[in-house]
């Protein structure tokens, strides 16, 4: 058994390591099985990949894949940010088609920022602008933050169609009718989705910003790979935000969003003022409590400890430091430049009870009581919180239908990053999802194959990890030996002490209990086996005291040799309860008491017992 769960536990440790392998394999095949432009080779991490620019299938209002490497149809700012020092005003930031620089597919080129600490500005102008009326808007774009990401931002604007948008001319506050996109500083990780709600009755654009999503950003700003921004805007006054396709945020135009799209019908009148009268004490000073007699308010709060006395030893005029008396003044020390030179101090060494003046320590002062105040009590003339009046708001409206935004007509990216080498890539601007889907597919898709396919494995992950900290070598080391001693102690065959048997033991000198027909059984197989061994003078005697027995049987005395084999019974009855010499001398004695009569068969009775 011991065998058969050894074989079970190897079994089991081989399962687990061929389901390894076997995962690792698998996300080769599924990679290489969606994907028909894509051929991995065997034992590399690289992949020969046929890549395919995407196309639009469908009504689009922009597409860009940067494939052709030109920024053709892209505008590079040349404004200046107001209100910010000269040096830093400027949007000098540099552009670039790069590749992604790991995992990247050949041929597939992006928009890539390039400088730190600098403001980009870039934008293109729309095939056509998009109108809100009763076309859902979907807009879609890929970020990866190739070097992490300390402080900046990946978000894109929504131009608006204004009579005064020049796109050399663009800049922080240039008119947009929507923001979109990931930022990160400090330790804040965001997605925006703030958009600019006209006021029907001022005409003032005011920023409405998508309540934050509920989920963890932080991964997609650290892991380093390609991710896939989604906006999608319905006609019904909905949203949704979807990062690498999934559902991260999405609610109501009218609900979820701060401030409000519609303001309050009623508001505080600013004429309003609170009374001087107007008491909101909730309590107030009991006005008729006295302070007690005995109240001391002049009692310290703590005072000295007149049960502890100065130790024994205790120096009053020593210092707690002297200089140090081994101390030597540098040979290269000059008074004129360094000044005096002092010795180090250091600890007094007689000091060992303690020096310099002796203070009791200091106990609370049990008859401390402190200032004395009143208690608080209920305010009869409590008023409440007072509150101004409320009137109607002037500017109020409702508008039931926020989708209706102002139209744009150009995307642009006007950003300022601490971190170089962000990647965007496969812009789309239409209002079908199944569209914006299956532009997806044939380019963010195909990175995140590419990726996956040449993501490090779990023990690779865990051996980069311990070689950057190498105090998680212990960790792994506990982590896996615990179980293997584990697997081992219960797995391992245990060994099994035999148990010898001496030679010299034998099972007649134990004296166990037998039933009396065992042992005329066994009388009678020693006879058959003297009969053997005896030489042939006993076999005539035995003969001839056969013959005598036989013819004393036919003489009727057969009583008598059933007598003696029952005396000899008994006997070795009595010698099985006793070691096996006794039994021996017990059985010669009730032979040799026996009444035959025959010296032969009385002989070869003896030699019977005797070899028992």
Request: charged letters at 35%; proline letters at 7%.
């Amino acid at each position: 058994m011991h065998f058969q769960g050894f074989g079970l536990c190897l079994g089991l440790l081989f399962t687990s390591l061929n389901a390894e392998f076997m995962d690792d394999s698998v996300e080769v095949e599924d990679f290489s099985e969606h994907s028909e432009e894509i051929d991995v080779n065997e034992g590399e991490h690289s992949s020969e990949i046929k890549y395919k620019t995407p196309q639009p299938k469908g009504e689009v209002y922009f597409t860009e894949t940067f494939d052709s490497g030109k920024l053709a149809g892209w505008v590079l700012s040349k404004a200046k940010k107001d209100d910010v020092d000269a040096e830093i005003s400027i949007y000098d930031g540099r552009w670039e088609i790069e590749e992604l620089k790991e995992h990247g597919v050949p041929g597939d080129r992006g928009l890539v920022l390039k400088s730190r600490a600098k403001h980009h500005a870039i934008s293109a102008v729309l095939a056509k602008p998009f109108i809100f009326a009763d076309k859902p808007l979907i807009v879609q774009y890929e970020v990866n933050f190739q070097d992490g990401i300390d402080c900046g931002g990946a978000y894109i604007k929504l131009l608006a169609d204004t009579d005064d948008l020049i796109l050399e001319n663009f800049y922080d506050k240039t008119s947009y009718t929507i923001m979109f996109g990931p930022d990160k500083c400090g330790e804040d990780y965001k997605l925006h989705f703030i958009f600019r709600h006209k006021h029907p009755k001022t005409g003032v654009l005011e920023e409405k910003h998508a309540k934050p999503p509920d989920v963890d950003l932080k991964k997609f700003f650290t892991d380093r790979k390609t991710h896939l921004y989604t906006l999608v805007m319905n006609p019904d006054d909905t949203f949704e935000v979807l990062v690498d396709q999934i559902v991260v945020n999405k609610g109501s135009l009218l609900e979820d969003v701060a401030p409000p799209i519609n303001p309050p019908r009623e508001i505080d009148d600013p004429m309003d003022m609170k009374p001087e009268e107007w008491d909101e004490r909730v309590k107030i000073p009991d006005p008729s409590a006295v302070k007690p007699e005995d109240w001391d308010e002049n009692e310290p709060a703590q005072i000295e400890d007149v049960n502890v006395v100065k130790p024994d030893g205790w120096l009053d005029n020593e210092p707690k430091f002297i200089p140090d008396p081994q101390a030597v003044k540098p040979e290269d020390w000059n008074e004129d430049m360094d000044g005096e030179w002092e010795a180090p101090h250091i600890a007094n060494p007689a000091c060992r009870i303690g020096c310099g003046e002796w203070k009791p320590p200091m106990i609370d002062n049990p008859k401390y009581k402190g200032i004395w105040r009143p208690p608080m009590i209920d305010n009869p003339d409590y008023q409440g919180i007072w509150s101004p009046r409320k009137i109607p708001n002037p500017d109020y409206f409702e508008d039931v239908h926020p989708f209706l935004l102002t139209s744009f007509r150009a995307i642009g990216l006007e950003l300022w990053s601490m971190t170089s080498d962000i990647y965007f890539d496969n812009f789309i601007i239409c209002s079908e999802k199944e569209i914006a889907d299956r532009w997806a597919a044939d380019g963010w898709g195909l990175k995140i194959m590419v990726e996956n396919a040449n993501e490090p494995t779990v023990f690779k992950q865990l051996i980069t990890a311990a070689e950057e900290r190498p105090w998680l070598w212990i960790i792994y080391l506990a982590t896996v030996g615990l179980p293997a001693a584990l697997i081992a102690s219960f797995c391992w065959p245990r060994k099994v002490k035999k148990k010898y048997v001496d030679a010299e033991y034998k099972k007649t000198d134990i004296c166990k209990p037998q039933t009396k027909g065992a042992l005329e059984q066994e009388v009678k197989e020693e006879k058959e086996k003297v009969a053997l061994e005896k030489p042939a003078d006993v076999e005539e005697e035995k003969k001839q005291s056969d013959s005598e027995v036989l013819e004393k049987e036919d003489e009727g005395e057969p009583e008598e040799k059933s007598e003696e084999e029952i005396e000899i019974i008994e006997g070795r009855e009595e010698g099985n309860k006793s070691n096996k010499s006794g039994s021996e001398d017990e059985m010669k004695e009730a032979d040799e008491g026996t009444g035959s009569g025959d010296g032969p068969t009385k002989s070869i009775r003896k030699r019977r017992v005797r070899k028992d």
